[in-house]
């Protein structure tokens, strides 16, 4: 059993019948009264992140997930394909485990597979940042500047994303993957 002092960043716990990562924490020790704990806490398997205190007496279970570095190899109906590097093992993950994060994800991109001690598929982290082909987005229109809110434009793989008003199709960009935004044109 763990307690409020082995809280740190990036820990699983179980916690109110599902599995959480501390996202972040904040030892708190008012002058009068018990010390306490204030953390953010993020869904392993829904991403839902529910602020919670944590008094000196207050008990939980650490989960130990594992991260296996995979590859993506492809679709497959409502599955990925993931291949391990070194010995070749082929798995299948359903496609909702990535939500909104699915048109993120590239043919051979290697990615992080999160299993539970059971052999359960928590979730699959991308990498901090992808580079996409722009395939569709509106014209440069003489006057528009770098600055102002931009244009709507579509990659390679279907996902809708703001980009500056110079950026045409057929460039490459980079994407930050946990927010979806456009950070520069990629060479």
Same mark, same amino acid.
């Given at each position: 059993m763990a307690t409020m002092a082995d809280i740190r960043n990036g820990m699983i716990i179980e916690f109110k019948e599902g599995l959480y990562e501390v996202v972040e924490f904040l030892h708190v020790k008012p002058g009068k009264g018990p010390a306490f704990m204030r953390t953010k806490l993020k869904n392993v398997r829904t991403g839902r992140v529910l602020d919670n205190t944590f008094r000196d007496s207050d008990t939980f279970n650490e989960v130990r997930?594992?991260?296996? *570095? *995979?590859?993506?190899?492809?679709?497959?109906? =409502?599955?990925?394909?993931l291949m391990d590097s070194e010995n070749y093992e082929q798995m299948h993950v359903d496609v909702s485990i990535l939500g909104d994060k699915e048109k993120m994800l590239m043919d051979n991109m290697e990615v992080m597979v999160m299993t539970s001690p059971s052999g359960e598929v928590l979730g699959i982290d991308l990498?901090?940042?992808?580079v996409q082909?722009? =395939?569709?987005?509106?014209?440069?229109?003489?006057?528009?500047? =770098?600055?102002g809110s931009g244009k709507v434009a579509f990659t390679e793989t279907g996902l809708r994303?703001?980009?500056?008003f110079f950026v045409e199709s057929g460039e490459k960009i980079r994407i930050d993957t946990r927010s979806g935004e456009y950070i520069e044109r990629a060479n």
């Open positions: 997930i594992e991260r296996t *570095k *995979k590859e993506f190899l492809y679709r497959e109906g =409502a599955f990925l394909v990498p901090t940042t992808v082909t722009i =395939a569709e987005c509106e014209p440069n229109v003489k006057g528009n500047t =770098a600055s994303l703001m980009v500056p």
